[in-house]
């Protein structure tokens, strides 16, 4: 069964850096998220992409965080300097043509910033 | 605000026995779904429930919606160890975007 691939599983930065995290959405999907969840928290929403444009993003989604599809497989998240609170599992998504489908998740990414 | 909460936080139960777990909402939707989390894992679809639907079944999974109380319930039959995860209820409104709940820790003892 087709899956939503992400890397790294871990990263680890310093403060003030930046960092790409990086998705492949299952294959024929048109819709693309990226969700955080601080350790013991909730899952919460950061953006929605569509047709190559932000379709929505959340308060958390200020100027420092950035999305980008550069090619026809690839969906990453760019956070350009890190800080502390930025410390999360960062989860991609996507769903096929019906934006009412549920989501496919992949295995997410574990940001730690020192 | 949108957001979910569930109850309870934390369950434990035995292999056999059902688990129950509540979620409750604030404003109108247009679907529920419930998701499961394995501990450090991304997050597994298991249902989703529309509107204007009031129960909806899934092997051993039976959810009710009821829209009047703004709340919904996961019922889990025949509980096994692997049901050992995190469950999250999460609604949608006018858009796609996923508002996720809290989230129930279940712990099914064999």
């Known amino acids: 069964e087709p899956e939503v691939t992400q890397t790294p599983s871990h990263q680890v930065t310093q403060m003030g850096q930046e960092v790409i995290l990086r998705c492949v959405p299952i294959?024929?999907?048109?819709?693309f998220y990226w969700y955080r969840q601080i350790l013991g928290q909730k899952v919460e929403f950061l953006v929605s992409?569509?047709?190559?444009?932000?379709?929505?993003k959340s308060e958390i989604f200020d100027d420092q965080f950035s999305v980008e599809r550069p090619d026809g497989s690839n969906f990453t998240l760019k956070i350009r300097s890190t800080k502390l609170e930025d410390s999360a599992m960062y989860f991609c998504?996507?769903?096929?043509?019906?934006?009412?489908?549920?989501?496919?998740f992949g295995n997410g990414t574990r940001l730690t910033v020192t | 605000s949108q957001q979910g909460e569930e109850d309870p936080q934390a369950l434990s139960i035995q292999e056999g026995e059902n688990a129950t777990m509540n979620c409750s909402y604030k404003?109108?939707?247009?679907?529920l779904q419930w998701y499961r989390q394995n501990s450090g894992r991304g997050l597994v679809h298991l249902i989703l429930?529309?509107?204007?639907?009031r129960e909806k079944h899934s092997g051993r999974l039976r959810v009710t919606l009821d829209t009047s109380k703004k709340s919904s319930s996961l019922l889990i039959t025949a509980s096994r160890a692997a049901d050992t995860a995190s469950y999250f209820c999460?609604?949608?409104?006018?858009?796609?975007?996923?508002?996720f709940g809290t989230g129930t820790r279940l712990q099914v003892f064999p």
């Open positions: 294959s024929n999907h048109l819709y």
């Open positions: 404003t109108s939707i247009n679907n």
């Open positions: 429930i529309r509107s204007n639907e």
């Open positions: 999460a609604t949608t409104r006018n858009t796609d975007k996923l508002i």
């Open positions: 992409f569509y047709n190559n444009e932000i379709s929505e």
């Open positions: 998504a996507s769903i096929p043509g019906d934006s009412r489908s549920p989501l496919h």
